[in-house]
């Protein structure tokens, strides 16, 4: 009979051991999962959060306006005289994507774009029309109310070229002139942009420069650069 009171005693007590741990992992793990969940929930409502501000400063339009553009061609010998060209008025039009804050986000655009030059060399006059497509990723900075100023590097996609003119024999006929072959020009050129402008509401008006960085012609770069060099007025309208 003792020994049954004691067997029944140990098991008693080890029951009694075992379901105390086992009530105390069970509570320790419902702790970590309130501390897990309390942790998912800020996260979620931080990403939230985040995700409500990039939305507010996410913005995507269409915009184009004028092109004033020439070509600066500087002949290394010195016994040439550098190229002097005439602005060509043109067009650019595209699209634009504006992401982070308000203070300073980045732009990366999209942009057809025409550019070229216009020369008169005696008896012979001719204007030359490079269609680019322009890749600009630019980052603006919000200086005052409403007005932004931005900077970046530009690629830009030869597209297509057209050459036109006209040759004067010197007794009052003419010769017409036309050439649209690109085997002259690269097929891409590098630039850097600069500008500002001033939103209100939906709509921003800007103006910007752009240096030509690399040469426009396969010329031999020991003879010659030419870049193009031009500005641009640009409209835009925030559809996003």
Known sequence: MLIKYTLFQLQYQYLNHFCG???????????????????????????????????????FGIQGGPNFSKISKTFLNKNDNDLETDYLVGFHAGVYLTLGVDVISIQPEANFSTKGFNRNEGLFDYRTRLNYLDLPILIQSKVADNIYLFAGPQVSLLLSQKTSGKFSNGNGGSITLSNNNTDDFKTGEGSFVFGAKVKIGNINVGARYNFGLTDVYKNDPSEEKARNNWAQVTLGIDLL
């Open 21 to 59: 741990w086992h009530h105390f992992l069970c509570y320790f793990k419902m702790k970590i999962n309130k501390i897990i969940m309390k942790k998912l929930f800020a996260m979620a409502l931080l990403s939230a959060i985040s995700f409500t501000t990039f939305a507010q400063n996410f913005n």
